[in-house]
């Protein structure tokens, strides 16, 4: 099967309802949108396209591995006896928001991160990457307690009238739920990551936040399309597709966790 071009892609994009202007999350798989020759460049063109020079693109560009207490590095320390780990955490890459790949967002989020116009935001563990003219606006504040609240670049987005667009992505994927979740969630953990130029032994810094749990995040989509009618679906290149509001997300979100995790 042929990949997408630019024209297609920007013909499904305005079908799909984005719109000139618009702050837009992107959660991508591109083997699923099957864009062509130009891959992820491309997908940024037909975005462009529609979006305009007002138009302001958003990606995700998390690094899991970068908490001793996340999933991600977990799963690499699995067995591991005491020397194997002291040495694993002295070689772990510490966190540079300029120079730090993304992991496990996908070829689009880390193409996006890579443009030189583009604005990171600084957490080590939940960073956000954006270009257009309100990336440095809304990338400008992410604690490092607070990796994806109030206080993080999701709340910016959610104040924006921001869109979420999902391409061959599902709601396992859906980051505007983590605000949400954040505001009605009673349980903390303690977190610990690595980050360049940190004061302390070898970069390492604590600090304590929500303990976000993404597991019913699919559930929870369900429950907010059906209850909203906010979300358009459709088709961009070979992808199915979604389009929401960030806010609304976030507010249905709100409601899940404290109704149905209580």
Known sequence: MLGADRGQLRADLEKMGVRAGSVVLIHASL??????SGGPATVLSALSDVLGRHGTVVVPTQTGWNSTTSPAFRRA????????LAAYLADLPAFD??????????VFAEYVRTRSDAIRSVHPQTSFAATGPHAAELMSRHDLDCLLGDRSPLAALSSAGAFSLHLGTGYERATAFHLGEWRA?????????????????????????????????????????????????????SAEAMLYPVRGATEYAERWVDEERA
């Open 185 to 237: 969630s009673r349980h903390r953990r303690r977190y610990r990551c690595k980050i360049a130029d940190a004061p302390g032994e070898g970069g390492w810094i604590s600090f304590e936040d929500v303990d976000y749990d993404d597991g019913d995040f699919p559930r929870l989509g369900a429950w907010f399309e059906e209850r909203s009618g906010a979300v358009t679906r459709g088709t961009i290149g």
């Open 31 to 36: 083997r699923r949108v099957r864009p062509d």
């Open 97 to 106: 928001p300029h120079t730090t790949p993304s992991w496990g967002m996908g």
């Open 77 to 84: 320390t699995a067995g591991m006896d005491d020397g194997q």
